[in-house]
């Protein structure tokens, strides 16, 4: 097994070898720094102009950075990788319940799979701290906080419920730098849904998070709202297929594109 | 039938109004000034999903604004439209082979069908406008000049071949202008795909069109290609889908959303 410093010393190329081999099974946060990190859905083809078209009318929550061909584990724009084992751990979900949680899933792959790469906001953090947009979750050693709203995605087939955010406190002052920057990364969850108060948008209590810790806000900070990469799980638990296999929490794809790079797809 | 002054006056959900009764089977250009026109693309839901993931593989050329629930003619999001009869004229084609150009298609509707609405370059130019980005082929009352590129597409299923490119000449001082306001419109093709030597995506000879009139150029412009809204149709009509169905050149759906609300979705 890797040290946290050995990993996060490897090229992504070099790091998803490893955690093929089995040599890192934690979480990819630190890893790779400056390359993007992606989300995991693996659905039946049967499911999978739904999810897609789902994907399509909810490009904030849900931006797609690459679907496989149907059957092919296999992928090549944002990583090359093989999506069966290049993952640090998975959660493998029969009809919406949860099954196990394996380091790889050859023995779950099938012909008629696609996978789909989603975006996280992750990538545009580097950016905002680059133009001094602080992040209290970093400052004080929490996770993100992440929310269930009131505001419904527009529906695909099975596929509809709420949106999922994550909340990062900013100072006034510096609302309109991060509006800024992360218009730049649509494909990473892009600009923020909502700013200010969050019973617009169904949350009564900030301390209530869905996942992640409680915020800390230091005063003057705006409580700032992104669609989250929680939401696409949340709905497609919701719908239930007969198989759906996803990351475990924090243990992601580790691409080979920059945020950068992403900033121009 | 409608004067063209009668008709550049109504708003979009009017003017599809007296489209679906047969009083406008004109061009739309000039229609609804500032309002989204769109492309339409209607396949056998068999195709939907690699034809879907083929848009979102090559989102420049095939930029989605809206698709159908499989079987459903009516949009919503972009416009409330009935794509059976709202666009002035359609052409329908059987395995790649064009056999129809009616007015309506609800003597070919099928209850799996899905349509696609594709963004157009056209919906940026009101902006490069305003920013003092002259547009050459409006300036010389010429159609925009289309070119095949030998430039491949990123495959999906039956779906390949090469990028189809729009080109407007643009000063060398408000190349960065042009290239700063078209980012704001990823649904409209977004940023330039190449700027300057045609040679180098293909294209021989700037005169020798593939759809559209040859540009004229003044001293000092640069040829800045868009991708063009000509891809999907060329890439359709290869795979030769059993039934397929697109608007006629020119004549396509005039939506209620504006280009600037575009610019936010």
Redesign the interface.
């Known amino acids: 097994m890797l040290s946290h410093g050995e990993a996060a010393a490897l090229s992504p190329a070099r790091l998803r070898g490893e955690i093929a081999k089995e040599n890192w099974q934690k979480p990819t946060a630190g890893l790779a720094l400056g390359h993007v990190q992606a989300n995991l859905a693996v659905l039946p083809?049967k499911q999978?102009?739904n999810f897609?078209?789902f994907c399509?009318?909810n490009p904030k929550p849900c931006p797609?950075l690459?679907?496989s061909?149907p059957g092919d584990p296999h992928v090549a724009?944002v990583a090359a990788a093989d999506l069966r084992s290049d993952l640090p751990r998975y959660r493998v979900y029969r009809k919406g319940k949860l099954i196990d949680e394996p380091t790889d899933i050859k023995q779950y792959w099938r012909d008629d799979l696609v996978a789909f790469l989603l975006g996280c906001s992750f990538t545009f953090e580097e950016a905002l701290l680059s133009a001094g947009v602080p992040l209290r979750h970093l400052e004080t050693g929490r996770a993100l906080p992440v929310y269930k709203t009131d505001v419904q995605c527009?529906p695909?087939?099975p596929f509809e419920g709420v949106m999922a955010v994550s909340m990062r406190p900013v100072p006034g002052s510096l609302v309109s730098r991060m509006v800024q920057i992360t218009s730049r990364y649509?494909l990473a969850h892009g600009t923020p849904v909502h700013v200010g108060d969050p019973s617009t948008i169904g949350i009564e209590d900030l301390g209530a998070v869905y996942y992640g810790d409680p915020p800390v806000m230091e005063p003057g900070d705006v409580p700032v709202f992104n669609a989250c990469g929680v939401t696409p799980q949340l709905i497609a638990a919701r719908a239930a297929p007969e198989l759906m296999i996803t990351h475990l929490p924090e243990h992601m794809l580790v691409c080979d594109v920059t945020g950068e790079q992403l900033s121009g797809m």
């Open positions: 083809s999978a102009f897609l078209l399509q009318r797609v690459e679907v061909d724009r527009q695909a087939g649509p």
